[in-house]
């Protein structure tokens, strides 16, 4: 049943077969032959429905298509553009400044959402313009964004986090504490990369310049554009309103500062915006949904759960086992859902993580990095989807692009694992 999930995943992939259409129909291939769904059986195909649909039944994924939309509004009304242009003050001198604030800007606003997709989604529609006016190639822009968008899983305040904590009993507390640390260490590898990758792919330096602008009109120009993440952090962490909450605070500011105070959005152009935003989130959402279907598969099959167990039993040393651990998230996170993984892997591993005496709060990053790269790779990186359906970037093209950011990402995740203090330091 293992070889007929992944080997028709891969033949429909082969054949051209839309992602989400592949994840789905792989895993309903194997629900039909493998004898899961039978009347003498507890599985029934009301709850593989229900997993497709359940998955994105959730409030927290309501963030999802607003951020979409605050970021179609943000283009539409010229609020990025005010951005890209203070940016530009700052990393005019530098290639690929672009790309590097796109890696920041990905980082707050995935933090303050919770959501690397959210983020992937709303910074994506974001710069969007920006890429294109300074020469980044769509798959290339898509790339920088998907990588940088898992940040805010590291970076508190992390859902991730929380879910562990409650599996482990380790001090979310000092989880957070430590998070920052290692979610620096990631973006500074992240803005590297991009640094030297922007070389390879020669984007010219932003030279645009101020326009008929002085620095003052700029600045004043930023300040209210910056308004939508103000709302977003501000009210967050002020408890006046919850991440989704926020994400429709910042539509309705956007709406306003494009429509009224800037100019550039006619009222006539709102019905349209929306339509294209609410096409844009379909497609996402369906993504998350076959994926949620594909995960429920393999977790019946119990496919992690018996390869962690003939891992397990083989006894190892504690490096020897992180490393093990690491290349199976690593694995499990190409094809998973991270709170899936999480649920599976930490009751299994709290045993042997305490014979060993490794420390679950340095565990718990160690995993939690892990998870974040999971978002990125392909094939099934939820954020690479996400990045490159915002960007209209062909996704083959994404792939082969993404894979220096990767790198870079897992040797920060092997630095965190083996020299615990770079990380550790601030308990």
Not at 272 to 280: L, V
Request: hydrophobic share 55%; net charge positive; charged share 10%.
């Amino acid at each position: 049943m293992t070889l007929l999930l992944f080997g028709s995943v891969l033949v429909l992939l082969a054949l051209g077969t839309p992602i989400a259409t592949a994840m789905a129909g792989s895993g309903l291939i194997t629900i039909l032959l493998s004898g899961i769904i039978d009347p003498n059986n507890a599985i029934n195909p009301v709850q593989a429905v229900m997993s497709f649909f359940g998955s994105v039944d959730s409030v927290a994924l309501l963030a999802i298509p607003f951020f979409i939309l605050a970021g179609d509004l943000m283009n539409k009304g010229g609020l990025a553009k005010r951005l890209i242009n203070f940016a530009g003050m700052f990393v005019g001198r530098i290639s690929g400044g672009l790309g590097m604030s796109a890696v920041i800007a990905c980082m707050l606003f995935a933090a303050i959402s919770g959501s690397g997709i959210a983020a992937a989604a709303a910074i994506g529609g974001v710069m969007i313009s920006g890429f294109r006016e300074h020469g980044y190639p769509k798959h290339y822009a898509a790339a920088i964004v998907a990588s940088a968008s898992p940040i805010g899983i590291i970076i508190p305040p992390s859902i991730a986090f929380i879910l562990y904590g409650t599996l482990s009993k380790a001090s979310v507390g000092s989880l957070y504490k430590v998070g920052f640390p290692a979610g620096i260490l990631v973006v500074i590898a992240l803005i590297a990369t991009t640094y030297f990758t922007a070389k390879k792919h020669k984007i010219p330096r932003a030279t645009r310049g101020l326009g008929s602008k002085t620095v003052k009109e700029v600045v004043i120009d930023t300040l209210v554009s910056l308004g939508t993440p103000v709302i977003i952090v501000g009210g967050v962490f002020l408890g006046v309103f919850t991440p989704t909450e926020s994400a429709v605070a910042a539509v309705i500011y956007s709406i306003i500062v494009g429509v009224f105070v800037f100019k550039e959005i006619k009222l006539k152009d709102l019905p349209g915006i929306f339509m294209q935003s609410a096409i844009s989130s379909a497609g996402i959402m369906i993504i998350i949904a076959a994926a949620s279907l594909f995960s429920w598969v393999m977790i019946y099959l119990q496919i992690p759960q018996k390869t962690f167990e003939a891992v397990l039993s083989l006894g190892m040393s504690k490096y020897t086992l992180l490393f093990v651990i690491n290349v199976i998230v690593l694995i499990a996170g190409m094809f998973m859902e991270s709170g899936s993984i999480q649920v599976i892997i930490v009751p299994l591993l709290l045993p042997i993580l305490e014979a060993l005496h490794i420390d679950l709060v340095h565990f718990g990053i160690v995993l939690t990095t892990n998870l974040a790269i999971g978002m990125v790779t392909p094939p099934f990186g939820l954020t690479l989807f996400t990045s490159a359906r915002v960007l209209s970037a062909n996704l083959k093209d994404t792939i082969s692009e993404v894979w220096p950011f990767l790198l870079s990402m897992i040797v920060v995740l092997l630095v965190i694992t083996y020299f615990p203090p770079v990380v550790m330091w601030i308990l």
